[in-house]
């Protein structure tokens, strides 16, 4: 009777079976889906997309700096990825005079291609399956303090064989299934990296925050870079000695177009997954985190456009800024909203009660409540910890007093932090997100945990108002020239500083009356995963389990499709240059295009000019600028967004929504010849029809 009522709740629930579409899979285990990635139309096999004996797939993808994917388009170190990659790195070189964020930048030739201090590309040369080697000398008798003492150990020395006698070579160890399976990671890092070429803001950030995650989208999200190498074909620091990079596998260029219904196959680094989470995670999202945190950026937000909206002087400083503060903001929305809708925390629960009628009698026994009595503890504290982050943090002046502090004695470090700061930093914008963070941090943190400091410091002042001019009138760090000239003398002038003294009065709050109750319980937390992990892994066998994104190479396949949104509403998966034209709109900094643009549109002849497709492919952050493959293998475009829709997918993958919006290919050489008159560059690449 328990087996046939256990089958029968089985049988309705949504994570049962693994959706067609859903995973982000190990490419060096691709073999074990490569018959289903055929069946779907695909014509290459596992060895062609990963390989460590031959050129493979995986030899043209790279991790583009710290957060992106990028992929190799010509045997000369070409490189595509999103525009929204390279934004802070064209905003970098952007001024008034040379405002690339406003009106492009396409260099002619080498000579004129631009270095970018700091960014890196990484490529992965293999994958290895190490749980064995990391868990050796381990034994189930030892606490779990010494369990991580035998990883640390066992994990350094195979990241320091992995490494030994390469150049530019970089390695790490990655827990996967919260610990029940170790992946080491070996990549080769090339540090020059020069921009090439990027369309204007009105195009490559076309529709702004309004658009970004929604669909019909017409974002021409691209910039185009190279990577150098030294004469070895080895990583080496810019010199202007440096050559093309030649790479072992480039990508080929579909200009066929896609179809819905087309195999496509996407090859990047997601972010950050968490598939296999407890309701109990899933409703802390939804009904607490993410609202208050959307509550807080939009404060910030709307005092940034204010000024940005006032002087184009002050939109080029915090464009960046900008974008990374409005993009999580409005995912967050779309999360919210898909797992409210998709009643997600009450297929969780479903699951929950089936798979604790499993495990009676089993050491997977009480891991549930055990989560829930864990999570109960944590959250309040956790939830203090968020508005810490998304308050105190916020406020530039605070975290550059911290960081000038670590500086001093170091001149040269301390003149480039205080030149990069000021470049972007505007003080009215600072002291108005302040006010908004500290009079938020007030009215809506616990009072059994707001630090005593703080509510005498407020009283002490009488209003959060009276706080900030007090601050910003006696702080030395709105003073280029004084901070710059700081010297190891004068740390005392330092540390009594307001706004170091703030900061540091909200960190050690946070070190010492949050973090310890947070670590403990984290750790507590992850032990408790790794047995419900392997719990479900036992009570589903039949089931193809993919480990939690965590920025390592991951293969997703699906197809071309378009979604139902709501009754009543279809989406097509295609959006072209027409609905570019209907959005136009010069009194609208976001909607307003070039005037080439304009002018091409009007000889006729574009209306189907492709722009924007989606797909079935299960992506998250991290896959932006992941290249989007056809069954052949060739490259029909740049992954760069989600459906708002479906933005749940990093916690619940719903296939009926859940889409992936990619740039088409045929867009970006659009824009290389007939907007950024760069089409020297096509003869470096290689097409196919």
């Known amino acids: 009777m328990k087996r046939s009522i256990l089958l029968s709740i089985l049988a309705l629930m949504a994570f049962q079976p693994l959706f067609a579409d859903e995973g982000m899979w190990l490419p060096s285990l691709i073999s074990q889906r490569i018959a289903d990635m055929q069946s779907k139309g695909f014509r290459l096999s596992a060895e062609d997309i990963y390989s460590v004996n031959q050129a493979s797939l995986k030899d043209a993808v790279v991790l583009f700096g710290s957060g992106c994917t990028g992929e190799v388009v010509s045997d000369e170190g070409l490189l595509f990825t999103n525009h929204h990659c390279g934004f802070s790195y064209i905003q970098r070189h952007s001024s008034i005079e040379h405002d690339y964020l406003k009106d492009g930048f396409w260099a002619m030739n080498r000579s004129e291609e631009l270095p970018n201090k700091g960014l890196t590309v990484s490529f992965l040369d293999r994958m290895e399956d190490v749980t064995g080697a990391v868990l050796r000398g381990y034994s189930p008798a030892m606490s779990e303090?010494?369990?991580?003492?035998?990883?640390?150990?066992?994990?350094?020395?195979?990241?320091?064989?992995?490494?030994?006698?390469?150049?530019?070579?970089?390695?790490?160890?990655?827990?996967?299934?919260?610990?029940?399976?170790?992946?080491?990671?070996?990549?080769?890092?090339?540090?020059?990296?020069?921009?090439?070429?990027?369309?204007?803001?009105?195009?490559?950030?076309?529709?702004?925050?309004?658009?970004?995650?929604?669909?019909?989208?017409?974002?021409?999200?691209?910039?185009?870079?190279?990577?150098?190498?030294?004469?070895?074909?080895?990583?080496?620091?810019?010199?202007?000695?440096?050559?093309?990079?030649?790479?072992?596998?480039?990508?080929?260029?579909?200009?066929?177009?896609?179809?819905?219904?087309?195999?496509?196959?996407?090859?990047?680094?997601?972010?950050?997954?968490?598939?296999?989470?407890?309701?109990?995670?899933?409703?802390?999202?939804?009904?607490?985190?993410?609202?208050?945190?959307?509550?807080?950026?939009?404060?910030r937000l709307d005092i940034q456009k204010k000024y940005m909206n006032a002087d184009p002087a002050v939109r080029i400083q915090y464009a960046s800024k900008n974008a990374s503060t409005a993009n999580v903001w409005k995912k967050w929305q779309g999360e919210a909203k898909g797992i409210l809708k998709n009643h997600t925390v009450e297929a969780?629960?479903?699951?929950?009660?089936?798979?604790?009628?499993?495990?009676?009698?089993?050491?997977?026994?009480?891991?549930?409540?055990?989560?829930?009595?864990?999570?109960?503890?944590?959250?309040?504290?956790?939830?203090?910890?968020?508005?810490?982050?998304?308050?105190?943090?916020?406020?530039?002046?605070?975290?550059?007093?911290?960081?000038v502090a670590g500086e001093l004695g170091r001149p040269e470090a301390l003149k480039e932090s205080a030149r990069s700061f000021f470049k972007d930093y505007y003080q009215p914008i600072d002291e108005d997100v302040f006010t908004a963070m500290m009079t938020a941090f007030d009215r809506e943190v616990q009072e059994e945990f707001k630090p005593a400091w703080f509510k005498e410091k407020l009283a002490s002042y009488g209003s959060v108002e009276a706080w900030r001019k007090d601050l910003f009138a006696r702080t030395l760090f709105t003073d280029p020239q004084r901070v710059a000239s700081l010297t190891e003398a004068d740390r005392e002038t330092v540390l009594a500083d307001p706004a170091y003294q703030i900061y540091e009065a909200f960190y050690r709050w946070y070190y010492d009356d949050l973090r310890p109750v947070i670590n403990e319980t984290n750790r507590d937390i992850r032990l408790a995963y790794r047995d419900y992990m392997q719990g479900q892994m036992d009570f589903e066998k039949e089931k193809s389990f993919y480990p939690d994104a965590n920025l390592t190479l991951r293969v997703a396949y699906g197809?071309?499709?378009?979604?139902?949104?709501?009754?009543?509403?279809?989406?097509?998966?295609?959006?072209?240059?027409?609905?570019?034209?209907?959005?136009?709109?010069?009194?609208?900094?976001?909607?307003?295009?070039?005037?080439?643009?304009?002018?091409?549109?009007?000889?006729?002849?574009?209306?189907?000019?492709?722009?924007?497709?989606?797909?079935?492919n299960h992506t998250t952050g991290g896959n932006s600028g992941s290249p989007v493959l056809n069954a052949d293998g060739n490259l029909i475009g740049i992954n760069f967004d989600r459906v708002w829709e479906g933005t749940?997918?990093?916690?619940?993958?719903?296939?009926?929504?859940?889409?992936?919006?990619?740039?088409?290919?045929?867009?970006?050489?659009?824009?290389?010849?007939?907007?950024?008159?760069?089409?020297?560059?096509?003869?470096?690449?290689?097409f196919v029809d």
């Open 559 to 616: 197809h071309v499709e378009g979604y139902a949104p709501a009754d009543g509403i279809y989406y097509h998966p295609v959006s072209t240059l027409k609905g570019i034209i209907e959005k136009d709109n010069p009194a609208i900094y976001d909607y307003n295009i070039p005037q080439t643009l304009r002018d091409l549109y009007a000889k006729g002849g574009l209306d189907g000019q492709p722009v924007c497709f989606l797909a079935t």
């Open 648 to 686: 749940m997918s990093d916690i619940d993958f719903d296939p009926e929504i859940c889409r992936n919006i990619s740039l088409d290919i045929r867009y970006l050489l659009f824009n290389i010849e007939q907007i950024g008159h760069a089409s020297y560059l096509f003869d470096e690449m290689h």
């Open 145 to 299: 303090k010494q369990r991580d003492s035998v990883i640390r150990v066992n994990s350094a020395d195979l990241v320091a064989k992995a490494v030994a006698g390469g150049k530019g070579l970089r390695a790490s160890v990655e827990a996967l299934f919260y610990g029940n399976q170790y992946f080491l990671f070996v990549y080769k890092v090339f540090r020059d990296v020069r921009l090439v070429g990027a369309p204007s803001s009105s195009i490559g950030k076309f529709g702004g925050d309004t658009d970004n995650w929604m669909w019909p989208r017409h974002t021409g999200d691209f910039s185009i870079f190279r990577i150098y190498a030294d004469k070895d074909n080895n990583p080496a620091d810019y010199s202007p000695d440096n050559v093309p990079y030649r790479p072992k596998k480039s990508f080929r260029i579909s200009r066929a177009g896609v179809r819905e219904g087309d195999f496509t196959f996407v090859y990047g680094c997601p972010g950050s997954t968490k598939e296999y989470v407890t309701s109990d995670e899933v409703r802390y999202t939804a009904e607490v985190s993410d609202p208050r945190k959307i509550a807080l950026r939009t404060l």
């Open 348 to 403: 969780k629960q479903k699951y929950e009660n089936a798979f604790r009628t499993w495990a009676k009698g089993t050491r997977y026994e009480g891991v549930l409540d055990r989560l829930a009595s864990l999570y109960q503890t944590r959250n309040p504290y956790y939830l203090a910890y968020e508005y810490y982050t998304e308050t105190v943090r916020s406020v530039e002046i605070l975290r550059f007093a911290s960081a």
